[in-house]
């Protein structure tokens, strides 16, 4: 696309606003910036949730020790978890708190990934975080604000129902408003729907328009009311090439994996390195993956091959073949979010006909001239 008269003339971007666009997610999303953002945001989310499920053990009066030994760092809650009242209460709150991880992440690396599109690669990690601070409000307060009109709503039936209990008039009353009351139901199922997509879709409005939550909330709704298919089709084609894009990755890690260990064996003797690593998710989540699983093929395996790793050796090698798995996992979660950036940017510009790469690349340009021009005028008021 052609910037315009008022943004840098030679300015040119990759994306035609076509579902095809969407093909370009695998490789957006594989950036080495991007999964190291996810990669962290995946372990802080993982280590913040681990701690108040622990807590939430602690506070049903488990042993810690115990429940550790056993769970390691996945703990399950279980019944007599789920029974008491401040254990359930501190489960809700590790989860959303690490839901907030999640979408912090997600404003970041759709930022990260609107600046690729632009071209700009000197954007930084922490030009993203300077970009989240300012801008985070929108990202949780938008699905809070549709989960509440939700909640509303469902009081609204329930009045509806209890009304129905009225000697006499009830039934009368309760089925006058059943037309009212269908009409309301058809809203939520909406709302219900478009609470699962702003989950995905406000991260990426937030991070391309800067919008606030009023904005995020007209998005949402109507893009998923006005592009559905288009959605649709986009999901689709996104999900087929990273899907693609995902196995070839693992393919390479895999191999890399099986040469190191082929390696340390024919050199030290040392065996059992790949089966030690690639089973590293299920050794140190023991009741989350009770069975052997390998990272690259989690229903490939069910037994431990002869190995001579053990102790803390083992440990170590156990949480590098974690680390690679949540390597893979980030590049799932940047390449899903890299979809997203480019399905919004379609939408919006088959919806409005408006390119935001080339609205923020003006917005830039007018900056650049506002700052350049008062510097001149400073200069020139210096100089006389």
């Given at each position: 696309m052609q910037g315009s008269d008022s943004a840098v003339?030679?300015?040119?971007?990759?994306?035609?606003?076509?579902?095809?666009?969407?093909?370009?997610?695998?490789?957006?999303?594989?950036?080495?910036?991007?999964?190291?953002?996810?990669?962290?945001?995946?372990?802080?989310?993982?280590?913040?949730?681990?701690?108040?499920?622990?807590?939430?053990?602690?506070?049903?009066?488990?042993?810690?020790?115990?429940?550790?030994?056993?769970?390691?760092?996945?703990?399950?809650?279980?019944?007599?978890?789920?029974?008491?009242?401040?254990?359930?209460?501190?489960?809700?709150?590790?989860?959303?708190?690490?839901?907030?991880?999640?979408?912090?992440?997600?404003?970041?690396?759709?930022?990260?990934?609107?600046?690729?599109?632009?071209?700009?690669?000197?954007?930084?990690?922490?030009d993203a975080c300077r970009f989240c601070r300012s801008n985070w409000k929108a990202v949780v307060v938008t699905p809070l604000v549709i989960a509440a009109g939700i909640a509303m709503g469902i009081i609204a039936i329930f009045f509806i129902g209890l009304i129905g209990r009225i000697p006499s008039a009830g039934p009368v009353l309760a089925g006058l408003l059943a037309i009212p009351a269908w009409i309301l139901g058809l809203f939520l199922v909406l709302a219900l729907v478009v609470l699962l997509l702003s989950v995905f879709l406000v991260p990426v409005i937030t991070a391309t328009t800067k919008g606030d939550t009023f904005e995020c909330l007209f998005e949402v709704f109507s893009i998923v009311t006005s592009q559905p298919v288009r959605l649709f089709r986009g999901i689709v084609t996104g999900v087929f090439i990273r899907v693609t894009a995902l196995v070839v990755f693992s393919l390479f890690a895999w191999?890399?994996?099986?040469?190191?260990?082929?390696?340390?064996?024919?050199?030290?003797?040392?065996?059992?390195?790949?089966?030690?690593?690639?089973?590293?998710?299920?050794?140190?989540?023991?009741?989350?993956?009770?069975?052997?699983?390998?990272?690259?093929?989690?229903?490939?395996?069910?037994?431990?091959?002869?190995?001579?790793?053990?102790?803390?050796?083992?440990?170590i090698v156990s949480l590098a073949g974690a680390a690679v798995f949540l390597v893979l996992w980030a590049y799932w979660l940047s390449s899903f979010t890299a979809q997203w950036t480019i399905m919004y940017l379609g939408a919006r510009y088959n919806r409005d006909r408006e390119d935001l790469l080339l609205r923020a690349e003006e917005e830039e340009y007018r900056e650049f001239n506002r700052v350049y021009n008062s510097t001149s005028n400073d200069g020139d008021r210096t100089s006389e």
């Open positions: 003339r030679n300015y040119v971007h990759k994306l035609k606003f076509q579902v095809k666009d969407t093909l370009l997610a695998a490789r957006y999303g594989f950036n080495a910036r991007n999964i190291w953002v996810f990669w962290k945001g995946t372990v802080q989310a993982w280590l913040v949730w681990v701690f108040f499920v622990y807590a939430g053990f602690l506070a049903a009066g488990d042993s810690v020790e115990a429940r550790f030994t056993a769970t390691r760092l996945c703990p399950v809650p279980d019944s007599l978890f789920m029974a008491n009242a401040p254990s359930v209460t501190l489960l809700v709150l590790g989860s959303l708190l690490a839901f907030y991880i999640y979408m912090i992440t997600a404003l970041k690396v759709s930022r990260l990934t609107f600046e690729q599109l632009r071209g700009d690669r000197f954007f930084s990690e922490a191999g890399s994996v099986s040469i190191i260990s082929s390696v340390l064996y024919r050199t030290s003797g040392i065996q059992g390195f790949g089966d030690t690593m690639e089973s590293g998710f299920s050794r140190i989540a023991p009741e989350a993956v009770p069975f052997y699983s390998s990272i690259f093929n989690p229903i490939s395996s069910t037994g431990h091959t002869d190995s001579s790793w053990g102790g803390p050796a083992e440990l």
